[in-house]
T-cell receptor, first 111, second 116 residues
Framework: AQKVTQAQTEISVVEKEDVTLDCVYE???????LFWYKQPPSGELVFLIR??????QNEISGRYSWNFQKSTSSFNFTITASQVVDSAVYFC????????FGAGTRLTVKP | DAGITQSPRHKVTETGTPVTLRCHQT?????MYWYRQDPGHGLRLIHY???????DKGEVSDGYSVSRSKTEDFLLTLESATSSQTSVYFC???????????????FGSGTRLTVV
Protein backbone atom coordinates (compact mmCIF):
# COMPACT_ATOMS: atom_id res chain seq x y z
CA ALA A 1 0.00 0.00 0.00
CA GLN A 2 1.11 3.52 -0.59
CA LYS A 3 2.23 5.85 2.16
CA VAL A 4 2.31 9.62 2.28
CA THR A 5 4.16 12.06 4.50
CA GLN A 6 3.11 15.62 5.09
CA ALA A 7 5.91 16.83 7.28
CA GLN A 8 4.38 20.20 8.10
CA THR A 9 1.79 19.72 10.80
CA GLU A 10 0.84 23.38 11.04
CA ILE A 11 1.72 26.48 9.07
CA SER A 12 0.76 30.04 9.90
CA VAL A 13 1.13 32.90 7.42
CA VAL A 14 -0.10 36.43 7.04
CA GLU A 15 -2.52 37.23 4.27
CA LYS A 16 -0.93 37.75 0.83
CA GLU A 17 2.08 35.61 1.65
CA ASP A 18 2.85 32.65 -0.59
CA VAL A 19 2.89 29.25 1.10
CA THR A 20 3.96 25.78 -0.02
CA LEU A 21 2.61 22.58 1.46
CA ASP A 22 4.88 19.59 1.09
CA CYS A 23 3.87 16.05 0.23
CA VAL A 24 6.17 13.07 -0.16
CA TYR A 25 4.73 9.69 -1.04
CA GLU A 26 5.88 6.11 -1.27
CA UNK A 27 4.51 3.55 -3.65
CA UNK A 28 5.74 0.46 -5.41
CA UNK A 29 3.23 0.92 -8.18
CA UNK A 30 4.22 2.37 -11.53
CA UNK A 31 0.72 3.66 -12.21
CA UNK A 32 -0.97 5.71 -9.57
CA UNK A 33 -2.81 8.95 -8.97
CA LEU A 34 -2.21 11.78 -6.56
CA PHE A 35 -4.81 14.04 -5.05
CA TRP A 36 -5.06 17.09 -2.85
CA TYR A 37 -8.12 17.75 -0.72
CA LYS A 38 -9.05 20.74 1.40
CA GLN A 39 -10.96 20.46 4.66
CA PRO A 40 -12.22 23.87 5.81
CA PRO A 41 -13.40 24.44 9.39
CA SER A 42 -16.89 23.33 8.39
CA GLY A 43 -15.48 19.81 8.01
CA GLU A 44 -16.31 18.72 4.48
CA LEU A 45 -13.63 17.40 2.16
CA VAL A 46 -13.21 19.40 -1.02
CA PHE A 47 -11.41 18.01 -4.06
CA LEU A 48 -8.65 20.28 -5.36
CA ILE A 49 -6.63 18.38 -7.93
CA ARG A 50 -5.92 14.96 -9.44
CA UNK A 51 -2.68 14.04 -11.13
CA UNK A 52 -1.67 10.74 -12.71
CA UNK A 53 1.83 9.34 -12.45
CA UNK A 54 2.53 9.78 -16.15
CA UNK A 55 1.84 13.48 -16.20
CA UNK A 56 4.64 15.49 -14.65
CA GLN A 57 3.54 18.85 -15.94
CA ASN A 58 3.03 21.43 -13.29
CA GLU A 59 -0.46 22.75 -12.98
CA ILE A 60 -1.79 26.16 -12.11
CA SER A 61 -5.35 27.00 -11.20
CA GLY A 62 -5.80 30.59 -10.17
CA ARG A 63 -3.78 31.13 -7.00
CA TYR A 64 -3.11 27.41 -6.65
CA SER A 65 -0.25 25.54 -8.27
CA TRP A 66 1.13 22.06 -7.96
CA ASN A 67 4.62 20.74 -8.55
CA PHE A 68 4.85 17.01 -9.22
CA GLN A 69 8.34 15.48 -9.29
CA LYS A 70 8.29 11.76 -9.78
CA SER A 71 12.05 11.46 -9.28
CA THR A 72 11.71 12.67 -5.68
CA SER A 73 8.19 11.28 -5.11
CA SER A 74 6.90 14.70 -4.21
CA PHE A 75 3.68 16.49 -5.04
CA ASN A 76 3.85 19.93 -3.47
CA PHE A 77 1.08 22.49 -3.37
CA THR A 78 1.61 26.25 -3.44
CA ILE A 79 -0.92 28.95 -2.66
CA THR A 80 0.06 32.34 -4.01
CA ALA A 81 -1.13 35.51 -2.27
CA SER A 82 -2.89 33.55 0.47
CA GLN A 83 -6.25 34.68 1.79
CA VAL A 84 -8.03 34.11 5.08
CA VAL A 85 -10.47 31.78 3.29
CA ASP A 86 -7.56 29.47 2.52
CA SER A 87 -7.38 28.55 6.21
CA ALA A 88 -8.06 24.83 6.33
CA VAL A 89 -6.46 21.44 6.70
CA TYR A 90 -4.97 20.19 3.45
CA PHE A 91 -4.51 16.53 2.66
CA CYS A 92 -2.33 14.89 0.09
CA UNK A 93 -3.58 11.46 -0.96
CA UNK A 94 -2.07 8.91 -3.34
CA UNK A 95 -4.42 6.43 -4.92
CA UNK A 96 -3.93 3.10 -6.57
CA UNK A 97 -6.39 0.45 -5.44
CA UNK A 98 -7.68 2.78 -2.76
CA UNK A 99 -6.91 6.23 -1.45
CA UNK A 100 -4.58 6.72 1.49
CA PHE A 101 -4.19 10.06 3.22
CA GLY A 102 -1.38 11.93 4.85
CA ALA A 103 -1.88 13.34 8.33
CA GLY A 104 -2.67 16.72 6.83
CA THR A 105 -1.25 20.22 7.15
CA ARG A 106 -3.26 22.82 9.03
CA LEU A 107 -2.86 26.19 7.33
CA THR A 108 -3.84 29.33 9.16
CA VAL A 109 -3.90 32.57 7.23
CA LYS A 110 -4.05 35.63 9.43
CA PRO A 111 -5.43 38.96 8.22
CA ASP B 1 -28.57 17.32 -4.35
CA ALA B 2 -25.78 16.01 -2.18
CA GLY B 3 -25.30 12.71 -4.07
CA ILE B 4 -24.01 11.13 -0.90
CA THR B 5 -25.51 11.39 2.55
CA GLN B 6 -24.46 10.00 5.89
CA SER B 7 -26.70 9.31 8.83
CA PRO B 8 -26.74 10.09 11.62
CA ARG B 9 -24.62 13.24 11.58
CA HIS B 10 -23.91 13.01 15.29
CA LYS B 11 -24.24 10.16 17.73
CA VAL B 12 -23.32 9.54 21.34
CA THR B 13 -23.37 5.95 22.47
CA GLU B 14 -22.24 3.91 25.44
CA THR B 15 -19.32 1.51 25.51
CA GLY B 16 -20.35 -1.99 24.56
CA THR B 17 -23.40 -1.07 22.52
CA PRO B 18 -23.72 -1.81 18.81
CA VAL B 19 -23.77 1.13 16.42
CA THR B 20 -24.57 1.28 12.71
CA LEU B 21 -23.71 4.19 10.47
CA ARG B 22 -25.34 4.53 7.10
CA CYS B 23 -24.00 5.88 3.84
CA HIS B 24 -26.47 6.44 1.02
CA GLN B 25 -25.61 7.49 -2.52
CA THR B 26 -27.72 8.50 -5.48
CA UNK B 27 -24.88 8.43 -8.04
CA UNK B 28 -24.99 4.70 -8.81
CA UNK B 29 -21.24 4.52 -8.19
CA UNK B 30 -19.74 1.07 -7.86
CA UNK B 31 -17.17 1.82 -5.17
CA MET B 32 -17.89 2.93 -1.64
CA TYR B 33 -15.51 3.51 1.27
CA TRP B 34 -15.56 4.12 5.00
CA TYR B 35 -12.81 6.21 6.61
CA ARG B 36 -12.24 7.46 10.10
CA GLN B 37 -10.54 10.75 10.86
CA ASP B 38 -8.52 11.29 14.02
CA PRO B 39 -6.11 14.09 14.94
CA GLY B 40 -2.60 13.37 13.71
CA HIS B 41 -3.68 10.50 11.49
CA GLY B 42 -5.55 12.11 8.66
CA LEU B 43 -8.15 9.76 7.22
CA ARG B 44 -7.65 6.03 7.54
CA LEU B 45 -9.49 3.47 5.48
CA ILE B 46 -11.68 1.07 7.45
CA HIS B 47 -13.48 -0.99 4.80
CA TYR B 48 -14.46 -0.57 1.21
CA UNK B 49 -16.87 -2.12 -1.27
CA UNK B 50 -16.41 -2.74 -4.98
CA UNK B 51 -19.96 -3.91 -5.61
CA UNK B 52 -23.05 -5.33 -4.00
CA UNK B 53 -22.02 -7.91 -1.43
CA UNK B 54 -18.34 -7.38 -2.35
CA UNK B 55 -16.35 -5.82 0.46
CA ASP B 56 -12.79 -5.82 1.72
CA LYS B 57 -10.77 -4.63 4.69
CA GLY B 58 -8.78 -1.44 4.87
CA GLU B 59 -5.93 -0.53 7.17
CA VAL B 60 -7.93 -0.17 10.41
CA SER B 61 -10.73 -2.73 10.11
CA ASP B 62 -10.55 -4.37 13.55
CA GLY B 63 -13.79 -3.87 15.48
CA TYR B 64 -15.78 -2.90 12.38
CA SER B 65 -17.93 -4.77 9.92
CA VAL B 66 -19.70 -3.59 6.79
CA SER B 67 -22.52 -4.64 4.55
CA ARG B 68 -23.70 -3.65 1.11
CA SER B 69 -26.94 -5.28 0.04
CA LYS B 70 -27.84 -2.53 -2.44
CA THR B 71 -25.73 -0.35 -4.70
CA GLU B 72 -26.86 2.79 -2.94
CA ASP B 73 -26.28 1.80 0.70
CA PHE B 74 -23.09 0.96 2.57
CA LEU B 75 -23.45 0.27 6.28
CA LEU B 76 -20.68 0.41 8.86
CA THR B 77 -21.29 -1.47 12.11
CA LEU B 78 -19.41 -1.27 15.36
CA GLU B 79 -20.45 -4.54 17.00
CA SER B 80 -19.45 -3.41 20.50
CA ALA B 81 -18.37 0.21 20.59
CA THR B 82 -15.24 1.20 22.50
CA SER B 83 -13.92 4.62 23.45
CA SER B 84 -11.10 4.21 20.91
CA GLN B 85 -13.73 4.28 18.20
CA THR B 86 -14.69 7.84 19.06
CA SER B 87 -13.97 9.57 15.78
CA VAL B 88 -15.38 11.31 12.76
CA TYR B 89 -16.43 8.81 10.12
CA PHE B 90 -16.50 9.68 6.45
CA CYS B 91 -18.07 7.75 3.64
CA UNK B 92 -16.81 8.18 0.08
CA UNK B 93 -17.92 7.04 -3.34
CA UNK B 94 -16.15 6.60 -6.64
CA UNK B 95 -17.15 5.44 -10.09
CA UNK B 96 -13.78 3.78 -10.50
CA UNK B 97 -11.32 2.12 -8.18
CA UNK B 98 -8.57 4.37 -9.49
CA UNK B 99 -10.48 7.60 -9.76
CA UNK B 100 -10.84 7.37 -13.51
CA UNK B 101 -13.91 9.52 -13.25
CA UNK B 102 -11.60 12.48 -12.86
CA UNK B 103 -12.51 13.70 -9.44
CA UNK B 104 -11.24 10.97 -7.15
CA UNK B 105 -13.62 10.30 -4.36
CA UNK B 106 -16.69 12.24 -3.35
CA PHE B 107 -17.03 12.41 0.39
CA GLY B 108 -20.05 12.62 2.63
CA SER B 109 -20.34 15.27 5.32
CA GLY B 110 -19.18 12.93 8.06
CA THR B 111 -20.64 11.38 11.20
CA ARG B 112 -19.25 12.44 14.55
CA LEU B 113 -19.42 9.44 16.87
CA THR B 114 -18.68 9.70 20.57
CA VAL B 115 -18.41 6.55 22.67
CA VAL B 116 -18.71 7.23 26.40
Amino acid sequence: AQKVTQAQTEISVVEKEDVTLDCVYETRDTTYYLFWYKQPPSGELVFLIRRNSFDEQNEISGRYSWNFQKSTSSFNFTITASQVVDSAVYFCAPLNNDMRFGAGTRLTVKP
Amino acid sequence: DAGITQSPRHKVTETGTPVTLRCHQTENHRYMYWYRQDPGHGLRLIHYSYGVKDTDKGEVSDGYSVSRSKTEDFLLTLESATSSQTSVYFCAISDSGQGEGGYGYTFGSGTRLTVV
